[in-house]
């Protein structure tokens, strides 16, 4: 079935990296935009990063440019989410999330449906 699998969460110091990924199994990623949202202790949940179907376009919370990238390898099913200079504000759990086909990751990129169900995510936490 239509199923995401996050990974690659963890225990960081302030500063730190992480390289989350977002598996894809029972469809083919390759139609899909990902959204990567993340929902910090006592927060609603948000949107940090997408990138379209082809990876030709990418959007990023404000609180996260210059510090994550996220990047899609259709071939493997996967996408990532690099995440270097942590801080402790960025302590959540992270989730991805499949939108509908043809969605762009334009200016509206941190709303709109998303594609089956929420998965368990991967917690990140950073903190020394």
């Known amino acids: 079935q239509f199923q995401l699998v996050e990974s690659g969460g963890g225990l960081v110091q302030p500063g730190g990296s992480l390289r989350l990924s977002c598996a894809a199994s029972g469809f083919t990623l390759d139609y899909y935009a990902i959204t990567w949202f993340r929902q910090g202790p006592g927060k609603e949940r948000e949107g940090v990063s997408c990138?379209?179907?082809?990876?030709?376009?990418?959007n990023y919370a404000d609180s996260v440019k210059g510090r994550f990238t996220i990047s899609r390898d259709n071939a493997k099913k996967t996408v990532y989410l690099q995440m270097n200079s942590l801080k402790p504000e960025d302590t959540a759990v992270y989730y991805c999330?499949?939108?509908?086909?043809?969605?762009?990751?334009?200016?509206?990129?941190?709303?709109?449906?998303?594609?089956?169900?929420w998965g368990q995510g991967t917690q990140v936490t950073v903190s020394s």
């Open positions: 999330a499949a939108r509908p086909p043809r969605y762009q990751c334009g200016a509206a990129w941190t709303t709109g449906p998303i594609i089956g169900s």
């Open positions: 990138i379209s179907h082809s990876g030709g376009m990418t």
